[in-house]
């Protein structure tokens, strides 16, 4: 059986073609035909379909799609090439039966040979695979995002066959016979600058001078029309070189195109080969029931894959931050895996373990280097040379660079790239503002419908749809956090027989509601107690005295009243919260103050902190509130007013209407 994708989508057994003609089974096998031999995720697949809003069947229906795939193969005996596994498939296709990679291995072959000087090998080699194009890639499949990622890089590389074909045949003085060619290639993309030289080198050779200089005012009004834009370096210098009349027989001076990557990547380990290597791909492994977060992916697609032009000349970058367990992490690797076909030289990932004990850049650097197939003893010592060598490693390379967990904007300053064809994403349990002018997106929660949709990824519809108050209700007490929804989720599914109601009314009376956040290595109060950790004394103060507050809200000074502190010390306490995520800017008093609020699971867990001291030792004073260590606390006494025991402590009485 074989696969045909360099043109319409064909599927071919035994001589035949066979008809897929349903838009979506086109889709879903199109995808699956281009990452053979490799997992593919559900979650992949119906970002794929629906990319906006996937209906609540969205899994199962992909399981249709893909079970009449298996079924239209079999009938051929080719069933088992579509393996079902654990959160997703694999289509097990030799590649012989797929025409992309004897295209592939054509466009390799012959720019290695074209490098060696062998210009009529190159142009036949380079022709040979030309030959197998039927048309645009995959053209009549509706193509999603990720879908649409590979095809542009398909299309890129026969672009780039194409000129290395052109430029062997100019080398080999075939400029008549290029002629027609290329004025059709020029009509057919008026902006595309090699094509306009070639045929301007093209006409100068034939004798015709004049014809390429008025190639190139055509070419540069078009540019100046459209774009705004000068043409490039490289055309500007050919064109002062027909003025001069100084052309040489060979390309134009200084190309060299970069070979793209159009297979997926395989993750494996960096080759250190005495230079670069081919191209990393560290990326975590995805999550097979991810759910939602659909304008977040947009937009973080948006920010990492925009066009690079003359005016913007810095690095792409986003930075996703958000609550604890708010799924930051997740989203990144999940938003990282679909852009990955736009970084074909390679996608690296680090661990920066911001919320514990971070590591230290130049460490992390010597990591990407070795990733990057730099050898260990051409690794500098110094954080700024390690910082310029990686620069210089990755300049001119589309590659995605992936932070994760950074502890501050001083811990990530030295390890971004230098090049606008680079991209980086950034995860932070903090907004990191030292980074001047990089977008910040903050994670929320998950919406209820969210949450009710991954309640049916990992408990079934059925289950769910037959409890649907429960489940709603679910939601709620886990206010929406992932890591929580996971730990509940993952506690019903391995028990069936217990029903979503029971689970609901158990975590509504539990006493320490944060306790029930916890399933196998995932534990949502470790979360919290890293991020505390991190906090200092007085903003450890704040939160455990202010989480027994009203859930309306308060101001700063109010908070000031209540605690007995300076009123701007607590501002800059309350800012430093807000910051770790840990406050949220509920709204603004009628003089414009600033009122904040705890998030629902922020609050839980604070309140199961201990609060107050215990009593003061005789003759002693009472120490400042950042000086208060955790073991002189107790927890408050049930029914006592938080203002009241504060007042015990701060030496002062402050109402509790006062907030």
């Known amino acids: ?76 005996g080719a069933g088992h090439m579509l393996e079902g596994r654990p959160g997703g498939y694999q289509l097990g296709v030799p590649d012989a039966a797929v025409d992309l990679p004897a295209f592939e291995d054509a466009l390799g ?61 100019l080398r080999l003085g075939r400029h008549l016979e290029l002629l027609s060619e290329l004025k059709s290639l020029v009509v057919a993309h008026p902006l595309h600058e090699r094509f306009h030289a070639c045929l301007m080198l093209t006409l100068h050779h034939a004798g015709r001078r004049g014809e390429a200089l008025g190639v190139y005012a055509a070419l540069r009004r078009s540019m100046s029309d459209e774009l705004g834009l000068e043409p490039g370096e490289d055309v500007q210098r050919l064109h002062q070189e027909l003025l001069s009349t100084a052309v040489s027989l060979g390309p134009v001076v200084g190309y060299r195109p970069a070979e793209p990557a159009v297979r997926p990547p395989v993750p494996g380990p960096a080759r250190e080969n005495g230079g670069l290597s081919g191209r990393p791909a560290q990326l975590p492994h995805d999550t097979p029931d991810f759910t939602g977060r659909s304008a977040e992916r947009r937009r973080i697609a948006e920010l990492l894959t925009a066009p690079v032009d003359s005016d913007h000349t810095a690095t792409r970058m986003a930075v996703l931050t958000g609550l604890p367990g708010a799924g930051t992490s997740a989203l990144a690797v999940h938003a990282a895996h679909r852009v990955r076909a736009a970084f074909p030289d390679g996608q690296l990932y680090a661990e920066l373990d911001g919320s514990g004990a971070p590591q230290e850049p130049g460490d992390v650097l010597a990591g990407l280097l070795r990733s990057l197939g730099v050898p260990s003893d051409l690794i500098p010592d110094g954080v700024e040379e390690r910082g310029n060598l990686f620069r210089s490693a990755t300049a001119g390379r589309r590659i995605l660079l992936v932070l994760d967990d950074a502890a501050s904007a001083e811990q990530v300053r ?71 929804l996971r730990c509940v989720a993952g506690r019903l599914a391995t028990q069936p027989a217990v029903p979503l109601r029971a689970a609901a009314v158990r975590l509504a009376g539990a006493a320490d509601l944060i306790a029930e956040f916890r399933f196998g290595a995932l534990d949502v109060r470790s979360r919290y107690d890293a991020g505390y950790r991190g906090l200092g004394h007085v903003e450890q103060g704040v939160i455990r005295l202010l989480g027994r507050l ?105 109402a509790p209407d006062a907030v």
């Not at 009472?622 to 006494?637: E, K, N, Q």
Request: proline share 7%; net charge neutral.
């Open 550 to 654: 009203p859930r309306s809200g308060f101001s700063a000074g109010a908070a000031a009243e209540v605690l007995g502190v300076e009123a701007r010390t607590v501002e800059r306490a309350l800012e430093t919260l807000f910051d770790h995520h840990l406050l949220r800017l509920h709204s603004c008093g009628p003089a414009g103050e600033s009122r904040y609020a705890f998030a629902d699971v922020v609050r839980r867990y604070a309140h199961a902190r201990p609060v107050f001291p215990r009593p003061r030792r005789s003759g002693g004073d009472r120490p400042p509130l950042s000086a208060l260590p955790t073991g002189d606390l107790v927890p408050a006494r049930e029914g006592e007013p938080v203002a009241h025991g504060a007042s015990a402590y701060f030496g002062r009485r402050s």
């Open 1 to 76: 059986m074989e696969f045909r994708v360099l043109g319409p989508l064909e599927v071919v057994a035994d001589g035949r073609r066979i008809e897929v003609t349903a838009p979506r089974l086109q889709q879903v096998l199109s995808l699956l035909v281009l990452r053979r031999n490799t997992f593919v995720n559900v979650s992949e697949l119906v970002d794929e379909l629906w990319p906006d809003n996937p209906p609540v069947s969205a899994v199962s229906t992909v399981q249709t799609y893909v079970y009449k795939i298996r079924k239209l193969l079999d009938r051929y």
């Open 414 to 484: 030295p390890l971004l790239p230098g090049d606008p064809s680079c991209a980086v994403l950034i995860t932070s349990g903090r907004r990191l503002h030292g980074l001047t002018g990089v977008p910040h997106l903050t994670v929320e929660p998950l919406r209820p419908s969210e949450g009710l949709a991954f309640l049916e990824r990992t408990l079934g519809t059925e289950r769910v749809a037959g409890e649907p108050a429960a489940a709603a209700r679910l939601v709620e007490l886990t206010g929406g956090l992932p890591l929580a």
């Open 109 to 169: 072959e012959g720019r290695a040979v074209l490098e060696q000087d062998d210009a009529a090998a190159a142009s036949s080699i380079l022709a040979r695979g030309l030959a197998l194009w039927r048309g645009a890639a995959l053209a009549g499949v509706v193509a999603g995002e990720l879908l649409s990622a590979y095809v542009t890089r398909i299309e890129e590389a026969r672009f780039l066959a194409l000129e290395l074909r052109i430029e062997a045949d």
